[in-house]
T-cell receptor, first 116, second 112 residues
Framework: GAVVSQHPSRVICKSGTSVKIECRSL??????MFWYRQFPKQSLMLMAT?????????EQGVEKDKFLINHASLTLSTLTVTSAHPEDSSFYIC????????????FGQGTRLTVV | AQSVSQHNHHVILSEAASLELGCNYS??????LFWYVQYPGQHLQLLLK??????LVKGIKGFEAEFIKSKFSFNLRKPSVQWSDTAEYFC??????????FGIGTKLQVIP
């Protein structure tokens, strides 16, 4: 199956700093990627839809200035958590849908962010 | 807005018992349906999916699910669970190429 790679898998940062998470589709092109957040013992909550070459669409309640999304190419989307705080500590997961294909979304392995 | 309901949040079974996890969704249009599994410490894996055709779909590891359109349901089943099936199971719904909405998840614990 198609592979989606996320990097890094784990990151620890200090409060106030910014962290960038990358999501790459390795063997297919993805016009659309999605960013999810998973709190402990909870389900995945969609944060935003990342569209190649245009602005991301954020879900209600998600601060777009805090969670910056860039989808500059058909194989890469990035999520930057700006001015991170401990409450931003979470598991972030991306997924990608192959352009023009009626298939399921493929998920990355996730990134565990810890803000200290 | 579409929503996905999973009725059982925590299920405990003995090995060889049969499993059925309920999933209902609220969207009335054409949808794609999925069940994902997340083993402890691992990322999401697709168990099975329904896009069209036979409403009874078979997935990996002996799992199957039945799409009942009139009930807006997509229940997951396995005739005989194993200890290795201990994991969290997520039902998910996708409309076209749009976002995938997940249910809250069901933790399955299989006792040897």
């Amino acid at each position: 199956g198609a592979v989606v790679s996320q990097h890094p898998s784990r990151v620890i940062c200090k409060s106030g700093t910014s962290v960038k998470i990358e999501c790459r589709s390795l063997d297919f092109q993805a016009t659309t990627m999605f960013w999810y957040r998973q709190f402990p013992k909870q389900s995945l909550m969609l944060m935003a839809t990342s569209n190649e070459g245009s602005k991301a669409t954020y879900e209600q309640g998600v601060e777009k200035d805090k969670f910056l999304i860039n989808h500059a190419s058909l194989t890469l989307s990035t999520l930057t958590v700006t001015s991170a705080h401990p409450e931003d500590s979470s598991f972030y997961i991306c997924s990608a849908i192959e352009t023009g294909a009626n298939t399921e979304a493929f998920f990355g392995q996730g990134t565990r962010l810890t803000v200290v | 807005a579409q929503s996905v309901s999973q009725h059982n949040h925590h299920v405990i079974l003995s090995e060889a018992a049969s499993l059925e996890l309920g999933c209902n969704y609220s969207y009335g249009g054409t949808v794609n349906l999925f069940w994902y599994v997340q083993y402890p410490g691992q990322h999401l894996q697709l168990l099975l999916k329904y896009f069209s055709g036979d409403p009874l779909v078979k997935g990996i590891k002996g799992f199957e699910a039945e799409f009942i359109k009139s009930k807006f349901s997509f229940n997951l089943r396995k005739p005989s669970v194993q200890w290795s099936d201990t994991a969290e199971y997520f039902c998910a719904v996708q409309r076209g190429y749009q976002k995938v909405t997940f249910g809250i998840g069901t933790k399955l614990q299989v006792i040897p």
